[in-house]
Structure formats: C-alpha cells, structure tokens
C-alpha cells in the first residue's frame, strides 16, 4: 500500500508542477503574472486553430514589428479588396476572442461593457453634462476675460497677445485681441439652441470688436477660427429655414458677413509678393507681411484655407479670395514628391524647396487632406475630389502599415506613421494627437471599416492616461510630448463614426471622454490644458476650439434630435468645426474658367501628370451618415473584437 501511496504522490506532484507552468508562461488562465511584463501595442503570439504561431508585435523575432518595416508594394490595393475568408493561418472575427488573449472573458461580458443599449435617459444625462461643460467655460470666459481673446480658468482672468515677447508664437500666432473664445463659440449656441444668447453674442461682435488692430497673427489660425465662425454664423442667421430655432437677429444687414470680408482683405498680402503663390505664414492685421517675416510655411497651414475663403467669395460674387487660396492648393500640389505621390510638411514659399521632408497626418499636414475633401463636398469642383483620391492613394500606399484588413488576418494592426515624402522611409515611430482626426475623414469617404480600427488605436491611449498625449511613441509605447490642451480631434472622429454606425460603443467612447474631462481638467473657472498627462498637472490656458469643438462634438453625439441630424439640410463641419450648410447656392461659380482643371507644372515647368485613383464614396455631411448600420459588418464586431483590441493594448485583460 505505501508503493501505490508513492507513485500517487509522485504524479500529484508532477500534474502540479505542469499545472504552475501552465499558468505562468500563458498557457491557460492569467493570474495577473504577464502584467509585470511591459505592455505591448499589438497582440499574444497568433495562432488560428488550424494554423502556425506567427510573431505578435513587440516579440522578439528578427523581423520586428510590421510598424516598422516598409510598406509591401501593391499592399495598398490590396487593402481596398473585399474581405477574404478566414484559411489556414489566418484569424476571421470568430476567432478573434482566441487570438487576442480573452483571459476568461466571454463576448458576452464585451457586449455588456460597451455595445449594450446607451439608455435614453443616460444619453439626456450626457447630452446635458456636455451642455453644462460648453456654459461653465461660456460663462466665466464672458465673466472675466471678455473682450480679450481667452479665458485662464485656474486664475479665473483673460489673454491677448503677447507684446513684451513677439517671439511667442504659441501665444501670438492665435491672439490677435479681437475677443477671439466669443466669435469662434457663435455657433455652437447656435447648434445648443440658445437663440437669446446667439443673439446677444452677435450683436456684441458686431458692436465691439474689430480687426483694425496691431496683432501680427497666423494666417491658417485667422482664417479658421475667426473668418470661419462669423461666416458660419452669418449663414445661421440668414437661414429661411431656421432649424436651430429663431436665430435671426432684427435689423441685421449682414454685419457678419462684411467683418469677414474685413479681415479677408488684410489676410490677403499674405499671398503677395512670393514667387510660389503659397502664402506667407503670418500678416499684421494694420499693416500687412512684417518685414522680418518667415519664408518657410507648414503645407496645412497654407493649404487649408480654400473653405473658408470659397464661402466667402461665392457669398460675395468676387473671386478673389477663392482663387488666391486654390492657387496655393495647386502650388503645393504640384510640389509633391514624383515618386511616391506624397507632400512634405514644412516648405520655402519663395524657392519651393521643401524644408520638412516629413509626410503624415499629422501636424504640418492634417487639414490640407482634409480640406481636399470638403472643398470638393461644398464646391463640386472635380479637381479637388481627384487630388484627394490620388492623396489617399499615397497615404495607403506609404502611410498606412500593418496587416491589410483591418478586421481579419494576422499581424499588427493599422496605423499611419511618419515617412520621407520622397522615399517613404520611416522617420520616426511617434504619432501626434492631431491625427485622431483622420478616422472621422475616413468616415466621410466611406471606409468605415478602416476608420473604426483606427480610432480604436487613439481610444486605447485615451483609456490609458484620460487624455490624448500631444506625441505618442507607439514603440516605446509611452508619450513623447505629455501636454493634452483639449483639442476635439478624437471627440470629432467618434461623433461622426457614431453617426456612420449608430453602435452604442461610440457613445461610450464619448461618456469616457466627457467623464474624463470633468476629472481631470476642470478648474475653478473653466477647464484647463493638460500639462502631464500622466500625473494630471495643469496649465492656465483654455483654448478657443474647446468651446467651439470639443463640447459641441460631444453635445451633438448625445443630442440625437438636433437639427443637424433630422433636418432636411445637409451640414458639413470646417476643420474647427464651424458648421456649414452644403446646398446649390456654393456650388454656383462665375469664374469656374480661372480654375484650370489640367495637370500643374513643376518649378522648371515640365508638366506634372496627376495620379490617377478610383473614385471614393463621398458622404456629403454628418447627416447623410444617419443610416441604418450593417449590424453584421459593425455592431458585431465591436462588440467581440474592437473593445477585446482596445483592453488589450491598456492592459486591461
């Protein structure tokens, strides 16, 4: 009897002995061990049930991560083919709760966390709290900043410009002391229906401020901000339908329309005097291009002005303003790269040599993609929608690295790095905040499917630290610049996805964002710039686009009736979010002849071909995406695989 009591013990032993090895390298349940590890962006090692393991990203194997290596030639137009099916090696949607490690949890736990029903009583709950966000910061800018530019929250008192330091651009290029948080917030009171406030605040604009001042000022930030919300605002107000309620003003003679043309006039001689047409980067509002003024201008900064200034021209019937801001368009364009197709982010206006050779989404270059677009959405000038198509091409072709699809296969998943324009290189491994917006672009052409996977990866750093960091390392997998000033960008690719969708995720996402906010960034007279995002330190700065996007994105996602979404006009949102109504009257052009449509020419005046690309679906506004969703394309999906993605990359499973 004590021989068979040996040999139990010994196979008890034994069966213990795998059975601790089975829990600490992964092979079965976790128990918290492989959180000591450092988190990686990308997935356990691959397996599909049939198939080989195949490296994850962040292993070890020679090849390191897909992020890194050069894109596969004719990649891009693989990515454009319909889904294959799931064979050997590779993972389709049911496999994904394998491969991604589920730890235990079942999609049913998934499906409750974030695709379950958003009960309308929280969506009001939401919708009010993004209200009460906009009037808090509303209120004590008009309490104790107003008329200068903006509000400092922690201080509770105003800002201009800086005029003991000139140098200081971050302060200067944005404040030129014309009460800058009160114009650019119009229409969202509009948006909100505060019809007495609207009025109030248009007749205050109209009354006090003025752009006859001594303020050296952007261009690009100007024309946004600034001539972008008092046109937005004018066509509000002269609207016959009236959607947001009586927003009309009593003996209104179109003010709003004439102080846009105003400061149009002294933004102009930026466009003066250089040898490209690409305008200068700043102008004094009194006096014109400073004598001292740089000749070296980001491609978004002199390309992204064509919305506003086509509105302003077709609302006048004078084709100036269109024409210098299409002509810096073509400029550009024709300075892309032969080779790969793509633009640089930092250019010379007089030589055009380009200065910064870097290609990406972000800063330097997120608005001119943008704005290729939606002039092609608001004008119907078929030239801008083939330089966007043949943008998209190269950005697919260069930008974009990881597995082709975005919802099977095996591999990293999609992201858009920074390359050279002339190589398409890798130049670094980091991606800045401004990039969340391109998901809501995708959204706009309709590649939603990619959109939704690329917004997860922007998601799952704002889980990670309750804000976006300025710069994200994503191989380092921590921030390279920690500040967070509470930009809209990712706000404004998860309202428009959630319109694309109407998944209950998104609205999630947003309750996430607005909860976030309140938390961390809320002071005693505003809300206030992230200086860490890590340890949550603040700085004294409360940003205009806070009021004029951030809160109005996250107010339109909870706000299902807006006007915005049951009206029969179509909207569109400019690159500060100004909304704008899309109808014929824009799209009439006197001077369509001044707008060749032919190919452009290079500094020595060879002919330039344009690339050729497939045509994209154009989705003409927000409301053209209130469509019912593919519940097995999107919602499905979402629920099993995008929020398994996201807990994944922020260690959360």
Request: charged residues 20%.
């Amino acid at each position: 009897m004590q021989w068979r009591a040996l040999v139990l013990g010994l196979v008890l032993l034994r069966l213990g002995l795998h059975g601790v090895l089975w829990l600490v390298f992964g092979l079965g349940p976790s128990m918290g061990f492989y959180q000591r590890f450092p988190l990686s962006f990308g997935f356990q090692r691959l397996r599909a049930p049939d198939g080989p393991v195949s490296p994850a990203l962040g292993s070890a194997g020679p090849s390191g991560p897909s992020w890194l290596q050069p894109p596969v030639p004719g990649a891009a137009a693989g990515r454009r083919r319909a889904p294959r099916r799931p064979g050997p090696g590779m993972c389709g949607p049911a496999h994904w709760g394998y491969v991604l490690g589920g730890r235990g949890r079942g999609p049913d736990e998934y499906e409750k966390r974030y695709s379950g029903a958003f009960p309308p009583q929280l969506r009001a709950q939401m919708r009010d709290l993004a209200r009460g966000m906009f009037v808090f910061g509303y209120d004590n800018y008009m309490a104790h900043a107003f008329p200068q530019d903006e509000l400092n929250p922690i201080h509770c008192r105003g800002r201009g410009p800086d005029r003991g330091d000139p140098s200081n651009l971050n302060i200067n290029d944005v404040l030129g002391n014309y009460s800058l948080t009160l114009v650019d917030a119009l229409d969202t009171l509009a948006i909100m229906g505060n019809s007495s406030e609207f009025q109030k605040a248009v007749k205050l604009v109209i009354d006090t401020v003025s752009f006859d001042k001594d303020s050296t000022v952007q261009v690009f930030e100007a024309t946004i901000r600034v001539l972008g919300s008092l046109l937005s605002a004018h066509r509000i107000i002269t609207d016959s339908k009236q959607p947001f309620g009586d927003m009309t003003i009593k003996d209104y003679d179109n003010e709003l329309l004439h102080m846009a043309h105003d400061l149009a006039v002294r933004l102009l001689p930026a466009f003066e005097n250089t040898k490209t047409g690409i305008p200068y980067p700043r102008v004094n509002l009194k006096t014109g291009v400073p004598p001292d003024s740089n000749n070296e201008t980001c491609t978004a900064g002199a390309g992204s002005l064509l919305v506003e200034f086509g509105i302003l021209s077709r609302l006048l019937g004078d084709s100036t303003f269109e024409w210098v801001a299409r002509r810096a368009v073509k400029a550009l364009w024709n300075l892309r790269s032969n080779d790969t197709g793509l633009l640089g982010n930092v250019v010379n206006i007089q030589t055009g040599h380009w200065v910064g050779k870097q290609s990406g989404l972000g800063a330097g270059l997120d608005s001119f993609y943008e704005y290729l677009l939606k002039s092609y959405i608001l004008f119907g000038e078929k030239e801008d929608l083939e330089m966007f198509n043949a943008a998209y091409r190269s950005i697919q072709n260069y930008l974009r690295r990881g597995r082709e699809a975005c919802n099977e296969g095996e591999g990293d998943p999609p992201l858009y790095v920074n390359v050279n324009m002339f190589s398409g290189q890798l130049m670094n491994t980091w991606i800045d905040s401004l990039q969340a917006f391109f998901p809501g672009l995708q959204v706009l052409i309709g590649d939603v499917e990619d959109a939704i996977c690329l917004h997860a990866f922007y998601y799952a750093i704002w889980k990670r630290y309750g804000a976006l960091p300025e710069r994200y390392n994503w191989q380092l997998q921590a921030p390279d610049v920690l500040f967070y000033p509470l930009r809209p960008e990712l706000v404004e690719s998860t309202y428009l996805l959630y319109q694309a969708t109407k998944n209950p995720f998104y609205l999630h996402v947003g309750m996430d964002i607005l909860q976030s906010l309140e938390k961390y960034t809320k002071v005693k007279c505003g809300y206030a710039t992230l200086h860490h995002v890590i340890d949550k330190s603040k700085e004294d700065r409360m940003e205009s686009f806070f009021l004029s996007e951030t809160c109005k994105y996250l107010y339109l996602l909870f706000d299902e009736e807006n006007p915005v979404h049951k009206s029969g006009t179509k909207y569109m949102f400019t690159t500060e979010g100004h909304i704008v109504s899309v109808d014929k009257h824009l799209r009439e052009s006197p001077w369509k002849e001044f707008f060749s449509e032919d190919g452009g020419q290079d500094q020595e005046g060879k002919s330039v071909p344009r690339p050729k690309s497939p045509e994209l679906k154009v989705i003409n506004s927000s409301s053209n995406c209130n469509r019912v969703p593919d519940e097995r394309r999107y919602s499905l999906p979402l629920k099993s695989i995008y929020m398994r993605q996201i807990d994944q990359m922020v260690g959360l499973i």
